[in-house]
């Protein structure tokens, strides 16, 4: 017999403050919205609103703003931040005290960390998380993330991420941690055949994520990239992160890396890459003219002393600039909203540092609405996505919701919007991904995490402890 399914609606009202990033980056009071099905049908006035919904959330004294898009991340890293051996090393002698913890990594300590890093970004406001992972040992799989992000509830683009290239080949990590390229070539057809969902308001997306120049080989770019474009999926790598990358590329293929990448069919639009922190301005504007983009990881540049990327180059150039939590063992959190703090102030310091150069002009200021424009439809943009990083009808219904009473924000409430990225960051009231309530009085919804943390610690503990 055939049921009607019903139609799941969803009510928001009287928030303080509606933070729309539309065209018109209309910041609405006394607003909320209105969402059948997961996808926004109205945004407006209270007063202008349905009166009823399947869910009615009450967001007064609350600041409501599109959800927050992650665009480059390593979930399964949470099980080594504070790693001792890591924690006052650049990258590659960072990378080698934790490759062979890395490698120990199996289905259920993936599982684990992904849950964790994923609660973690709801509770600062992510709705939508971009993972690369480049690690697949011991059972672990993009089927495992992919079922963690479905469980917990967060709209998913799962990384098939790959290393080809161990340290007998000229390459950084150790030879038991790289697979072999045909095995990582059928796993990526598989997987895109999978998960892979190209339809508006997708929950799941694929991407394909050769590590890096230091970790992969020309034929698995070329391969990969080939791959991606048949199927229609995007492409994402690691890229002039830091020096000695650079000194990398040009020693062992002669040219500078965005070059390397050029070479392979790599600079194109839609590839993204993750830093891109040293870079020329011919770099600059060839990222530009190709329309491929940039996920900007403040904390883990700072963390790993790597440089400081050119974001107000790139934004004047006109190429797409989204945010990353990266790590999370560089970060040492999966905190977006503190990423788009640490956008913000990053930025100011770079032209502070220009200006004692005598290099600084005038509207080099990152101000806290461009920093949270960067972590909403800057990243959707970085993703390939029209349908979220904004709140308007026809988008989806993804949002999250500051309580405006805390006491971080007391003082700042002349203007609340500046005051999420200038206050020290607080935790999601409400986080909304597809009009499901994710987080809950900020609390996952969806999940009881004790046992998950629990879990967690004694995984970490057995992984490092045998390092
Ligand atoms: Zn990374």
Redesign the pocket.
């Known amino acids: 017999m055939l049921t009607e399914r019903k139609v799941a609606t969803l009510l928001a009202r009287n928030a303080e403050v509606l933070v729309t990033m539309d065209g018109s980056r209309r910041e609405l009071r006394g607003a909320g919205l209105y969402a059948v099905d997961g996808f926004i049908r109205q945004v407006g006035p209270t007063p202008e609103l349905p009166e009823a919904a399947d869910v009615v959330l009450d967001l007064r004294g609350q600041i409501v703003l599109p959800g927050l898009v992650n665009t ?3 979930l399964n890293q949470t099980l080594t931040r504070a790693f001792p051996a890591a924690q006052d090393a650049a990258l590659f002698d960072w990378l080698s005290a934790q490759y062979p913890a890395w490698t120990r990594i199996d289905a259920e300590a993936s599982r684990v960390s992904t849950l964790v890093g994923l609660a973690e970004l709801l509770l600062s406001g992510c709705t939508t998380a971009f993972d ?1 992972t480049y690690l697949y040992r011991n059972g672990n799989s993009v089927d495992v993330q992919v079922e963690a992000a479905g469980e917990i509830g967060i709209r998913f683009h799962a990384s098939r991420g790959s290393m080809s290239v161990g340290r007998s080949k000229g390459g950084l990590p150790p030879d038991e941690a790289v697979e072999d390229e045909a095995s990582i070539l059928k796993d990526s057809a598989r997987v895109i055949d999978r998960f892979h969902d190209p339809c508006p308001g997708a929950m799941t997306r694929v991407v394909l994520a050769p590590c890096a120049p230091f970790s992969v080989s020309e034929d698995l770019l070329r391969e990969s990239a080939a791959l991606g474009r048949a199927r229609g999926v995007r492409l994402h790598t ?1 890229l002039a ?1 830091t020096r000695d990358e650079e000194r990398y590329t040009l020693e062992r293929f002669g040219v500078r890396p965005v070059e390397w990448m050029d070479r392979l069919g790599w600079v194109a639009s839609d590839v993204w890459f ?2 891109a922190v040293h870079v020329s301005d011919a770099e600059i504007a060839r990222f530009a003219r190709d329309g491929c983009a940039v996920a900007h ?1 403040p904390s ?1 540049n700072m963390r790993l002393a790597s440089g400081i990327a050119p974001v107000r180059k790139y934004l004047a150039a006109g190429v797409s600039v989204g945010l ?1 939590v ?2 999370s063992a ?1 970060n040492d959190s999966s905190n977006l909203l503190l990423e788009a703090r640490q956008a913000m102030l990053l930025a100011r310091l770079a032209r502070g540092l220009r200006a004692q150069e005598g290099e600084a002009r005038a509207g080099e200021w990152m101000s806290a609405r461009e920093a949270l424009e960067l972590a909403t439809i800057g990243g959707a943009r970085v993703l390939g996505r029209d349908d979220i990083g904004a709140l308007e009808a026809g988008r989806c219904a993804d949002f999250f919701s500051l309580d405006l009473g805390a006491v971080e924000y007391a003082g700042a409430l002349h203007d609340p919007v500046a005051a999420t990225v200038f206050c020290a960051p607080t935790r999601a009231r409400f986080t909304v991904v597809h009009g499901r309530v994710v987080v809950e009085d900020g609390r996952v919804a969806t999940l009881d995490m004790g046992p998950v943390i629990e879990r967690h610690n004694r995984l970490a503990a057995s992984l490092t402890a045998a390092s």
């Open positions: 480059h991340h390593h690369h690691h992160e993750a830093h990881c883990s990353g990266d790590g560089s």
